[in-house]
Structures are given as C-alpha cells and as structure tokens.
C-alpha cells in the first residue's frame, strides 16, 4: 500500500512539475521572445499617420545607422537622424513591445521640425539591435543611458529629453531613476506601467487563463523569466524608479486604454518625486494620443518643454 501511495505522489508530482515546466514555456515564449514588426504587418499599425512615420524613419535622408555594445556586449542599433540645422538638443525616443525604432517616425517628424536631432534606439531583441528576450525595461534602462553617454561624447553640451512610448515609457522612468547626467533635461512618459507584475496580471486575466490561477500564472512567469531572461519581474517597477527621479517627468496616457489601465498613470504621478506634470488624453486609447488629438498631444509636450528650459 506505501508503494502504491509513493508512485502515486511520485506521478501526480510529475505531472504537476511537467504542466508547471510547459506552461512556463508557453508563457515565456508569448511575453518575452522578441517578436519583429514587418512592412507585411503594417496593418497593426493604430492609424495610417504611424505606418506614414515609419516611412518617414526608413527612407529619410539624414537618417545614420548607429551601434554601440551594450555592458553585456550586445551590439545594439540605433537610427540617428540629425536636425536639419546645427543643434545641441537632442530626443531619445523609445518603443513600444512587438516594434522597432521606426513606430517613433510620427514623433521624430515633430521633433525635427522643431530643429531637435532624434536618435530612436532599436531595444535589445528588437530591429537591428542583438538580444533573445524582452527586458520590459530592466536591462534597457542600462542600454538607454549607454546611448545617452555616446550623445555626450558627441556633444559635451548636449541637451537630452527621454520619450517613451508604452514599454519604452517604462523604459524611459526606469531610467530616469538612475544617477543621469545633468545633460539629462527631462522625460516624456507616454501609457507606462507602474509594475511588470501589476501588468502582467491584468493581461493574465484579460486572457481568461481560467485554468490557472492568476497568483500561480506570476509565480511560473517569474521563474521562467529569472530562469531563461536573467531577471525577476519583481524588480521591473517603474513607480520605484521615479521615488528617486530628480529628472522632471512628463506623464500621458490614453483615458480609454484598454491594454495599460489609465490609473498606473495616476500612481505614477502620485509617487514621482521629481518636478512633474500630467496630461490624460480624452477618448485615446493605449499610446494613441498622438494620433486621437495631436493638437493637445503636442502642446502640452510643448508647454513642458518651455516649462524646463529645453
């Protein structure tokens, strides 16, 4: 009879740790494998003015192909398009998850127009720059400050903005929390999550994984993530990083996002230890303020820039 009950443990453990080992997979392999955006899918685009800035990025006429390692010796790329006239200004724009530098076209074609040279990085994994996983902020923090001391070594009187859509919002505070440079002017935080784990919870439940529990789903994320990717998702917490900000941080998000709840934004905000303003665009959706009211998108993109003595 104790042999019956031992082989019986021994198989429903088994079976467990086999589902647990499987699931991890499934689940690292949707949230953290790199996926690639093509002209083919171009139509994922949230309007045509995105797909027209992309255009914009590949085909401009100044635009440089840029590469620097990273501190874990990737090779990472950026394309760096300088402002049309001689200027000590400069914008990083930072992309979103299942993209590459050029979603920023619609941003640069702004910026440039503004006499602001841009440099959009291609995230590790993504575009052009090395990587196997998505570090939803984590170790690109660390990249985006590598690209911020290169425009210093250019330019000793570089004056730098961070803006960040999305995963590049995250990336863009995660970093803010970090020692900058005074070069380092402010940031721009467009639909950001307060925490990895908070978001992948609700994207946990918005999928209806009714067969697992959402405690037990974070609980194999994080391992298989920490396991394969290096780092715990407990750590990638944006709301942590602007208690320390001293960089002055502009927040926006979307009122009728439906992929990062609106009031992350409001946390954000709320926590920010740093100067800071707050623009909730009415009726966009996630990072769609851009494109649902550029008028107000920009201006108040342009107030905070005046307000910073940019």
Known sequence: MSKKNTFLKLGIFTALFGGAYAFGNYIYGISSVPRQHTDEDDYMDASP????????????????????DSIDQLR??????PAKDESHRYVILIHGIRDNHESGGIYAEHYLEKGINCLLPDLRGFGKSEG???????????????WIHWIIKRDKEAKIILHGMSMGAATALMTSGENLPENVKGVIADSSYSSLREQFADTYKSFKYSLVPTPIALGISRIA?????????????PIDAV??????????????????????????YEAAAC???FCMVLG??????????PTNYWNKIGSFLIKISF
């Open 49 to 68: 003015e995105i797909t027209k800035g992309r255009k914009f990025i590949r085909n401009h006429e100044r635009r440089q192909d840029m590469y620097i």
């Open 76 to 81: 990472l790329h950026a394309s760096y398009i």
């Open 132 to 146: 196997k996983y998505i570090g939803y902020g984590y170790d690109d923090r660390l990249d985006i400050l590598e």
């Open 225 to 237: 993530i920490l396991c394969k990717a290096g780092y715990d998702i407990n750590k990638v917490r």
């Open 243 to 268: 208690k320390m900000s001293k960089t002055p941080t502009l927040f926006i998000h979307g009122d009728n996002d439906t992929f990062i709840d609106p009031h992350m934004c409001s946390r954000l």
């Open 275 to 277: 100067p800071k303003q």
């Open 284 to 293: 966009a959706g996630h990072i769609e303020g851009v494109v649902k009211d």
